[in-house]
């Protein structure tokens, strides 16, 4: 077996168009699903099911349901409808790229919807009656302190979140997209090397990941730096 | 009704491959991931050293590539060994074997870190006790180390597979003739992709929720030991 790594370079160019394909997937869909997860998370909260009942059917589906499925659904199942295909919504719906970003987006919306309901949940009941007894609002109350404090429990989690979706963005190669997969599999059919190209498109994700991780543990220690002093360590004496 | 047009039976079919990979799946990446979590825990720094290039690579690319990697990468390298011991005809791994390897690396490299997690919850009194009792190290391991770390990882392990049975659909990019191929083939005969995907989508759900099922009594058998006060 002789590996001829050569390939790779001739077509880099081509594998950073595709890997910004990728970038630009992963942050619209991060993004938008991030504002789409908040109002579902909170209404999956409420106590009255006639309110959370939907907010979990969704979730559930979402999360039960592979997300080659959903995308597939999207980008092929929408245009067997007469009425899609004449609506205003199908200049959207005929590119791929808006359909890979509305599947990622729900799809995402579902697990971050999810990973917000935890973090407000963990938030000390004390915390939730302190407010009360100031005499906040329920809309400043959530405004003031469970948000921002959702928010710093929230950053592991959701550091993760965004490494799966990373990952996830490569499905998008299946409904034509040239992300970086994409890219890499045309690239493939050219040059038949799938060894070489392959394990350069995975060198790139896995740089992506890294720096994901890294700019995750800043803004970890930012957001929590109030909790600071309990892990200060005491300094040895003598 | 429901009118599949026949694709019924196909769907089915589909859906006992969906499983047979999920489950071959399971069992190379159980087995995996539990020698994986000893090579971490093990005071040999090579293991170490060999165990987290695995975690960190697999857990850093995404699946689709692992699968497409495996599927196409594994005829070039076998055949590579192959000539060395002088087989010269051509070898081709199927779907299925390319599918079982891919998610049985992935499952494995995220199993190695519950399972780690797990070994070190066992308290030091329970290896202590095994060895005071006489227990030869693999005697420890499988009597009295293993069935803790079952319960303790069951929960883990529940959820990787609920990921891993929906990563069984990647492997039909490269052909395998599970539930999303079949609902492919459907498509592309009656024009009617809405249908057959969302039908496709519920089956996993249905499987989901089995599973899910089938966890919580495992789960349930496997803490019977313990008591609660």
Redesign the interface.
Same mark, same amino acid.
């Given at each position: 077996?002789e590996l001829d790594f050569s390939v790779v370079i001739e077509y880099l160019p081509r594998l950073l168009t595709g890997t910004w394909m990728t970038i630009k997937l992963v942050l619209l869909s991060i993004v938008l699903g991030a504002i789409v997860a908040l109002p579902i998370a909170l209404a999956r909260i409420s106590k009255n099911w006639l309110v959370s009942g939907v907010p979990f059917a969704f979730i559930?589906?979402f999360r $039960?349901?592979?997300?080659?499925?959903?995308i597939?659904?999207v980008y092929? $199942? %929408? +245009?067997?409808?007469e009425a899609v295909r004449e609506s205003f919504l199908w200049p959207v719906l005929k590119e791929p790229f808006w359909c890979a970003i509305i599947a990622f987006t729900l799809n995402t919306s579902a697990y971050t919807a999810e990973i917000f309901r935890g973090a407000i949940q963990a938030i000390p009941e004390g915390e939730v009656e302190a407010c009360k007894v100031i005499g906040m609002s329920k809309a400043q109350m959530y405004r003031r302190i469970l948000l921002p404090r959702a928010f710093g429990i929230v950053l592991p989690a959701y550091g993760n979140e965004i #490494?799966l979706m990373?990952?996830?963005? %490569? !499905?998008a +190669?299946?409904i034509t997209l040239l992300d970086l997969?994409g890219m %890499?599999?045309t690239i493939?059919a050219r040059t038949y090397t799938? #060894?070489e190209i392959?394990?350069a498109? $995975?060198g790139i994700? !896995?740089v992506i +990941? #890294?720096f994901v991780i890294y700019v995750f543990r800043l803004i970890e220690k930012r957001q929590n730096r109030y909790l600071g002093t309990l892990s200060i360590k005491v300094p040895d004496k003598g | 009704m429901l009118d599949l047009h026949g694709f019924g039976d196909q769907l089915l079919q589909g859906a006992s491959i969906t499983i047979q990979l999920a489950l071959c799946s399971l069992l190379v990446g159980l087995i995996l991931g539990l020698l994986g979590a000893s090579a971490k825990l093990s005071n040999i720094k090579p293991l170490q050293w060999i165990a987290n290039l695995y975690t960190t690579i697999i857990r850093g690319v995404p699946e689709l590539l692992t699968v497409l990697i495996i599927y196409f990468g594994a005829t070039t390298v076998l055949m590579a060994i192959a000539s060395q011991f002088g087989y010269q005809e051509y070898i081709e791994i199927g779907p299925f074997a390319a599918g079982v390897t891919a998610l049985g690396l992935t499952f494995g490299a995220y199993a190695t870190e519950v399972f780690r997690g797990a070994l070190q919850a066992i308290p030091k009194g329970q290896h202590e006790a095994a060895i005071a009792l006489g227990m030869q190290p693999r005697r420890k391991f499988f009597r009295i180390i293993l069935p803790q770390v079952w319960r303790v990882a069951l929960p883990g392990i529940g959820n990787l597979f609920l990921v891993l049975l929906k990563d069984t659909a990647l492997v039909s990019v490269v052909g395998l003739e599970d539930i999303m191929r079949k609902a492919n083939v459907a498509v592309s005969n009656t024009k009617e992709p809405f249908l057959f995907y969302l039908v496709a989508a519920f089956m996993y759900l249905a499987l989901t929720i089995v599973s899910m099922a089938v966890v919580h009594f495992l789960e349930k058998r496997a803490s019977r030991g313990l008591t609660r006060g």
């Open positions: 077996m559930f589906f $039960g349901t592979p997300l080659l499925v959903q597939f659904l092929y $199942g %929408a +245009s067997q409808f #490494i990373l990952k996830a963005s %490569a !499905l +190669s299946t997969t %890499a599999r493939i799938p #060894i392959f394990l498109a $995975g994700y !896995l +990941s #890294i | -």
